[in-house]
Every structure is written in structure tokens, then in C-alpha cells.
């Protein structure tokens, strides 16, 4: 979902800049160690469940994650051509499923702010399985949960080790993101044929 159905500049800005201000205001420490903390804290659960994990963090870091979230909720916006994209493949019948890392909080309130719910067939967050999307646990509980034919499935997505997992488990059409933040230049994903816009693989061409 974020990086590619939703801009991830949200994501980013939320998790590096605007938590690390309000850490240091919370708690009354220098925004630049407050920052470097941080940084260190996530990349050590970077890839587990924990580092998507709303109600972790907000424990771990004595701060309500979900009303920060809200303060700059203004920044969830869809990447470009979504609805569109999402649309047409409704209209050719295919199965629309999403998968994400996003902690319910985060899915629900995103979920409110745009308009890609009604356009999804299946919601499915890596909390209700224990397993972040990059791990082989979560594809095969997903397999128990949701019909689908590995070889024939198109799955896209904008984190590398992700794609990794879906390869391994035997995926058969990926796609990268080569922009998934709006405000960063856009760079291939090594390994995978990749797109920036949706409107490049829209099924009526």
C-alpha cells in the first residue's frame, strides 16, 4: 500500500522528521540526538514486525503514535492513476487484493483519507498473519486465507526485500516502484522490472 498505492512521502516524513521533532519535545532532549536515536532504534527492527508496529512504538517510545499520525494526516495522498488502474481491473474481473505491513491503526486511518477501500476485493494486513511480507511464514498463511495461483498472480510493490520474499515463493509476474515517494527522484529496483505510474500497465492499454 505505501510506496504503491500511496505516496510513501507520508511514511517518510512521518517516521524521520516529524516523530523525531515531537520525541524531542516530549521528552525534552535535542532534536538532532532525538534523531539519530530514532534512526539507530528502527533500523534495528527494520524487517520484523515490530518496525510497523503502531502500538510498539508508541510503547517503546512513550508516545502516542496514531494521534502523531494525525497531525500530518493532510499527507496521505494515492501515487498517481490509482483509482484509475484499480478500476479497470475490476472492470476486466480481475481479483484485487491488498497486501500490507501497515499496523491496522495506520491501514484504517489511510483507508478513511483516500479512496482505494471500495476499489479493493481483499484487505489483508501482515498483523493478522504475525509475519511482516518478508518473511516465507507470511505468504503461506495468506495462501491459508486467500485463493490464489502463485505463477499467474501479478504483485506489486516497492520494497526490494519484499519482492525478494514473493519471488522465493514463487510469485510469477513482479513489479516494482521506481518512485514510490513523490518527493524523491525515481531509481530502478535492482532485479526486478519495475514502472512509475500505474497508467503504464492499464489493463484497456
Given amino acids: 500500500m505505501d510506496g504503491t498505492l500511496l505516496d510513501l512521502h507520508f511514511d517518510n516524513y512521518f517516521w524521520l522528521t516529524h516523530l523525531p521533532q515531537r520525541y524531542a519535545e516530549h521528552h525534552g532532549v535535542c532534536p538532532d540526538q532525538a534523531t539519530k536515536d530514532l534512526h539507530n532504534r528502527f533500523n534495528e527492527k527494520r524487517g520484523t514486525l515490530d518496525w510497523y508496529c503502531l502500538e510498539f512504538w508508541s510503547k517503546e517510545l512513550a508516545v502516542n503514535i496514531r494521534e502523531l499520525k494525525k497531525e500530518v494526516e493532510h499527507l496521505i495522498v494515492e501515487r498517481p492513476f490509482v483509482q484509475e488502474f484499480l478500476t479497470q481491473l475490476g472492470e476486466?474481473?480481475?481479483?484485487?487484493?491488498l497486501i500490507t505491513n501497515a499496523h491496522p491503526q495506520s491501514l484504517e486511518l489511510k483507508l478513511s483519507l483516500t479512496g482505494i477501500g471500495p476499489l479493493l476485493d481483499h484487505i489483508y494486513t501482515s498483523h493478522?498473519?504475525?509475519h511482516p511480507k518478508e518473511s516465507p511464514n507470511f505468504w503461506h498463511a495468506l495462501k491459508q486465507q486467500q485463493h490464489f495461483e502463485p505463477q499467474r498472480t501479478l504483485f506489486i510493490d516497492d520494497s526490494?526485500?519484499?519482492?525478494?520474499?514473493a519471488k522465493n515463493y514463487g510469485i510469477g509476474h513482479l513489479l516494482g516502484i521506481s518512485q514510490p515517494d513523490s518527493k524523491q527522484q525515481a531509481c530502478q529496483v535492482n532485479g526486478f522490472p519495475s514502472i512509475q505510474h500505474f497508467n503504464e500497465i492499464f489493463p484497456h492499454g
Fill in 92 to 97: 476486466t474481473g480481475t481479483q484485487r487484493v
Fill in 128 to 130: 493478522q498473519f504475525g
Fill in 160 to 165: 526490494l526485500e519484499v519482492l525478494k520474499a
